[in-house]
């Protein structure tokens, strides 16, 4: 079955830095999604992005995230500026948006990312 | 807006009985229904969807769920519990009239926890 791979799976940086989190949807899935979650809390919803834009964003997605599709393959979301609160599991997903894929979402197994 | 409610935190249940893990729902139009479930350090695994058809849902694992438009709910049932089905279960939904990239909002989470 196709998987939504992400990579590293722990990331430790140190405040201030940047970080890229990686991601490989499905190949034939149009829709991209980062989600985060803070340890054992509520999964959030960050950012989706579909034909190469943004489609919609969150208010914790500020100006120190940004996503790219680089070459068609890699999905990345950028943190700028890391601080201790960023500290969290980043999950990526995909989605082909419709029938044609029964509307399913594929989330990857996860960043965790610590910002120390 | 699209929301989620998962009202218990935590559910008990012993082994061999029968388990209920509630979610209600408010979206704008028809909602697709999701449940995930996260074992610990680990991604989240998807269990089941509701689309379109019948209210019972079957999914992964011997779990089911039905859809109740009245009371906006879709709870997630098995009817005998195992230890290993203890873990981080998440309710999510999305309004269907939204677009293909529309996000998946999620339930703040139920801890299953199954005694012997």
């Known amino acids: 079955e196709p998987e939504v791979t992400q990579t590293p799976s722990h990331q430790v940086t140190q405040m201030g830095q940047e970080v890229i989190l990686r991601c490989v949807p499905i190949?034939?899935?149009?829709?991209f999604y980062w989600y985060r979650q803070i340890l054992g809390q509520k999964v959030e919803f960050l950012v989706s992005?579909?034909?190469?834009?943004?489609?919609?964003k969150s208010e914790i997605f500020d100006d120190q995230f940004s996503v790219e599709r680089p070459d068609g393959s890699n999905f990345t979301l950028k943190i700028r500026s890391t601080k201790l609160e960023d500290s969290a599991m980043y999950f990526c997903?995909?989605?082909?948006?419709?029938?044609?894929?029964?509307?399913?979402?594929?989330f990857g197994s996860g960043t965790r990312l610590t910002v120390v | 807006a699209q929301s989620v409610a998962q009202p218990e935190d935590q559910v008990n249940v012993a082994e061999g009985n029968p388990l209920t893990v509630k979610c209600t729902y408010s979206?704008?139009?028809?909602?697709?229904l999701f449940w995930y479930v996260q074992y610990p350090n680990r991604g989240l695994q998807f269990l089941l969807k509701?689309?379109?058809?019948?209210?019972l849902v079957k999914g992964s694992y011997g779990f089911e769920a039905e859809f109740n438009k009245s009371q906006t709910s879709f709870h997630l049932k098995k009817p005998s519990a195992l230890v290993s089905d203890s873990a981080l279960y998440f309710c999510?939904?999305?309004?269907?009239?939204?677009?293909?990239?529309?996000?998946?909002?999620f339930g703040a989470g139920t801890r299953l926890a199954v005694h012997p």
């Open positions: 999510a939904v999305r309004d269907r009239l939204s677009g293909g990239y529309n996000k998946l909002i």
């Open positions: 509701y689309i379109t058809g019948d209210n």
């Open positions: 992005f579909y034909n190469n834009e943004i489609s919609e």
């Open positions: 979206v704008s139009g028809n909602p697709y």
């Open positions: 997903a995909s989605s082909g948006g419709g029938r044609q894929t029964n509307y399913g979402y594929t």
């Open positions: 190949s034939n899935h149009l829709y």
